[in-house]
């Protein structure tokens, strides 16, 4: 955490929930601390049907009525839920926040070693080889297949839809299409790593002015696959939709200045290697939050992703397992749904 000007280190992934909240962070009163700790403890323990059965408003509000001090609330877990809910305002579903932060305190953040595409590539590799063709665009979708772009019609007994709500709805107009939270990361490479951790480093202080920084994290301190021998790569997250004269990468200067701060270490040397503004990245998920949403369109339609379920790569995951077994159960298929492990986020 970077709070008051301060930096301090909130727990580990590898500790529980009481100690989560170190000892030598300002973050209050040894009680107080230990408050905070409980209530984390308690969240990581909670089964997922019971947060969900809690009384839903924003998060913001939520935090506010938890009774806990504002140094605890400001200096920590409301940079913490705006990092992890990509939601400077704080406007999302309660219940959401009370799962990702669950997620959070159960230690269970993470980052696949070859990137987050190794997911989808996983996935993959366990299919007859020539299943999967890849940049082909649908441009337009029925029950018995799809019209592409590249190799026209395609045939099929069933159609899953499984893009971003964009363009599901570009494809099926009928279809909602929620509020974004747009992310911007700027991408660093320096020499030396600023932090010999792989620590989430967040900015309490900065919420404002062009280019406040939410979060920060060198990537190649998660796993070396990120950075060349002998180099590391820094990214750093701003949230919100911003009015950039110059695009995106004209904040970069005041992004590094910032991580001068952050890191306490000079950034001039700093070699800005790109910058990634979304729009569209997160959907908002304000309350009510449908946790549910349907999957199947009619018989040989469906429609999958982070918009049916929530917004993060378990929701879409979620939400594709969900489609899966529709179109087994349609195609008369006999499928046994697995555990219902709802963890979201
Ligand atoms: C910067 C950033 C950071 C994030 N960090 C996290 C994180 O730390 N943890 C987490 O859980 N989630 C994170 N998320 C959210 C996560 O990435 C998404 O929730 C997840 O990728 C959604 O998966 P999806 O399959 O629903 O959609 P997508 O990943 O958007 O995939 C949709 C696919 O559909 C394709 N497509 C669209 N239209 C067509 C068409 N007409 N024809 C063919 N193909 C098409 C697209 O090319 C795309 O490949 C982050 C998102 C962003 C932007």
């Not at 729009?279 to 998920?285: E, F, G, L």
């Not at 040989?300 to 993060?312: F, P």
Request: glycine residues 8%.
């Amino acid at each position: 955490m970077h709070s008051a000007g301060r930096r301090y280190r909130v727990g580990s992934p590898q500790l529980g929930g009481t100690r989560q909240v170190a000892a030598r962070s300002p973050l209050g009163s040894p009680l107080e601390k230990a408050r905070l700790g409980a209530t984390l403890s308690r969240l990581a323990a909670a089964p997922v049907p019971k947060l969900l059965a809690r009384p839903e408003t924003t998060a913001a509000r939520a935090l506010a009525e938890r009774g806990l001090p504002n140094r605890v609330v400001d200096g920590f877990l409301r940079p913490l839920l705006t990092a992890l809910l990509s939601d400077p305002a704080l406007g999302t579903s309660s219940r959401v926040a009370d799962l990702v932060l669950r997620g959070y305190a159960r230690g269970r953040l993470a980052l696949p070693a070859a990137g987050t595409g190794a997911v989808p590539a996983q996935l993959a590799a366990t299919l007859p080889a020539g299943t999967v063709q890849l940049n082909t665009r649908v441009t337009s979708v029925g029950a018995d297949g799809v019209q592409t772009e590249e190799h026209g019609w395609l045939g099929a007994r069933a159609v899953v839809m499984a893009t971003d709500a964009r363009s599901a709805v570009e494809l099926l107009p009928g279809l909602r299409l929620p509020d974004f939270h747009p992310v911007t990361t700027f991408y660093h490479s320096c020499a030396d790593a600023p932090l010999a951790e792989p620590l989430l480093l967040l900015d309490a202080d900065h919420t404002v002015g062009p280019a406040p920084v939410s979060h920060a994290l060198v990537l190649s301190q998660v796993h070396p696959s990120y950075a060349p021998a002998g180099r590391s790569l820094v990214a750093t997250t701003v949230l919100g939709r911003r009015a950039w004269a110059g695009g995106p990468a004209a904040a970069e200067q005041l992004v590094r200045a910032r991580l001068a701060e952050l890191y306490q270490v000079p950034t001039r040397d700093w070699e800005f290697l790109s910058v990634r503004h979304l729009p569209d990245a997160v959907p908002a998920m304000p309350p009510p939050h449908n946790f549910h949403r349907p999957v199947r369109v009619l018989a040989g339609l469906y429609v999958c992703g982070d918009h049916r379920d929530t917004s993060s790569a378990h929701g879409a995951m979620v939400s594709g397992r969900r489609a899966a077994l529709a179109v087994l159960r349609d195609l008369g298929i006999a499928a046994t749904e697995p555990g219902q492990d709802r963890a979201a986020a």
